[in-house]
């Protein structure tokens, strides 16, 4: 199990204590369990090099009411058991201050359980890579705090939309676990309301590369013959799907989740073609931050300008297969704002900052502006962030921001 | 090993007893195995659907899906249990394990039906599918498929374990009866080489002449000293030609 810690030395974070454990008077440290290997390892290198970007020009200046924020890395490969044993560590051995920005709904489902079990610790999970339910409902709901809209809203927007423009036979493409089902369950419940059903379902088995066949699971969609497909997976299984549909003639919009990891998925289909735009023209893809291409954003703004003047590297000890880090990505977006909203709420705890103090602080948060158009709010009935689903199409070899539903895909 | 003529029937007999034994053994292993460890798979895979189901009703209830789904997954990881489905009380499928889709087989069949049935679906091999009911079947049914390939296989194993053992008995058992049986034969052999010696003694020379060797059998307490101080009384008393039956060759 490698690890990294980005900011100050490693260790145990304890002597010359200021408050609880994770926290001296030089500073913060912070926990995180993700991605770094394997096919998805794209998500959680991108959403630490954006966090870290953040991190790293607040601990360039004053710090966090003088503490830097150091980010304890851990490896779990997308993988459930991993990031468990992660968290163990995290908790128990690095007692670190807090979880943050873990990736994937089948590990952080699983790492929940913990922070209940371990709740006289106060340990709490922010802002996590997912979009499932079990974070932001009864029994977990008050171990997590969410930046991001849920899988729900993202599907139900793509549904909604689907629908307006004629496209009401909708199958599913999902990975088989409780991500996948995460996102199935919320396109049947959005299609229940407009009085339809899922007409096709096909899955994928979590970590399938994008070299494998996605033949049979095409064949299965095909048969039910459907407007558009949604599709709830990671980018190497669901670009390899995108290819497969357009090699077997299955042409109809094919939609993505913002987990996906959009730059990913682009490279994957495009790289190395002559006819790119066969393969992505039907692409639409949610998200669930603003575009990084619309300058006319502040935070957009800032975000450009700190990842081109930091660059973070994804941790060296924990990326050991070859990665290419993009400039700017969706994800990397997220990490950033994630991280943001985070030295927000650190700068809020009351002296000396205790993980007790971590729920009013958070809920002390009224419309607080992160520089994207939509102001955050927390409350002890509101634990998620941000509500508002962006949808993005190829253009031009990029994603830009989907205005015109009808005109880009009516039936 | 060499065996005396008179006792090769009774290790005859002594062989025969151990294969039968060991072939009667093997056949009630073989079928008690097989019997309970195929009962066991089944009364696991009962239990695990019906855990699967009572687990159910809170998160059908209370919580969402993709806890559902993740509560399946980690059953699924138990060695031998290859699916599981879950379907609502109209039939519809909540959660399941198969990749790429769900077999067309179970599609078609009643997921109401929670009694165990064997299935064959194409491209995944052959299965025994027990089913549990959710809230007495109001919330519908959790089915478990286990691998029937695979049970037979641990099966297989273990009987094999079974007979190995059995058959390892069954070596050692035939080379102990032959230990056992020289041991017995010997005595015979000592009060034989005794006779043979003492009859040779054709110069007259009395039975002190004979090989001291043969002679210890005299000095034998259980029934072959016996015979052989009976041969002497009956040489000494009859006189050489009574005790000598032939003359060895």
Known sequence: MATGLAGLAAGRVRGASAGGAGVTDREFVLGMSAAFSGPSRGLGIELYRGATAYFEHVNGGEGVGGRRVALKTYDDGYQPDPSVRNTMTLMLEDEVFLLFGYVGTPTVTRVLPMLKKFQDRGMYLFFPFTGAQPQRQPPYGDFAFNLRASYAQETAGLVDNFVRVGRRRIAVFYQADAYGRSGWAGVRAALGRHGEQIVGEASYRRGTQFTASMRPQVEILQAAQPDAVVCIGAYAACAGFARDAVDLGLRVPIANLSFVGSENLLKLLTEGRDNPREYTDLLVNSQVVPSYEDTSIPAVREYRELMERHDPEPPAELVQEPYTPFPHSFVSLEGFLDAKLMVEVLSRLDEPPTRTGLENAVFSVKDFDLGIAERVSFGPERRQGLQQVYYTVVDEGRFVTLDDWQKRFSA | ?249
């Open chain 2, 1 to 249: 090993m060499k065996v005396k003529k008179l006792f090769q029937k009774t290790l005859f007999g002594v062989f025969s007893l151990f294969g039968f034994i060991g072939l009667s053994t093997s056949v009630l292993c073989v079928y008690t195995v097989d019997t309970h460890l195929s009962e066991e798979y089944v009364s696991n895979s009962q239990d695990i659907a019906k855990t699967i189901a009572d687990a159910s009703v809170d998160i059908l209830l209370n919580r969402d899906l993709s806890t559902l789904q993740s509560l399946i997954d980690q059953f699924v990881e138990i060695q031998g249990i290859r699916y599981i489905y879950v379907t609502n009380e109209a039939g519809e499928f909540l959660a399941h394990t198969f990749v790429p889709g769900i077999p067309e087989e179970i599609l078609a069949g009643d997921p109401s039906n929670t009694a165990t049935v064997e299935r064959n679906l194409p491209g995944m091999g052959d299965f025994v599918e027990v089913g549990s009911p959710i809230l007495a079947g109001v919330a519908g049914a959790v089915h478990v498929g286990m691998d029937t390939d695979l049970i037979a296989l641990k099966i297989q194993r273990a009987i094999g374990q079974q007979v190995y053992l059995i058959s390892i008995v069954f070596v050692v058992g035939v080379f102990a009866a032959i230990w056992l049986v020289n041991l017995a034969a010997r005595p015979v052999g000592d009060v034989l080489a005794y006779a043979v010696a003492v009859a040779r003694d054709v110069g007259g020379e009395g039975e002190e002449a004979v090989d001291p060797r043969h002679r210890r059998v005299l000095e034998r307490d259980d029934e072959a000293g016996q015979l052989a101080r009976l041969f002497l009384h009956c040489l000494r008393n009859g006189g050489p030609d009574a005790a000598t039956p032939r003359s060895p060759a």
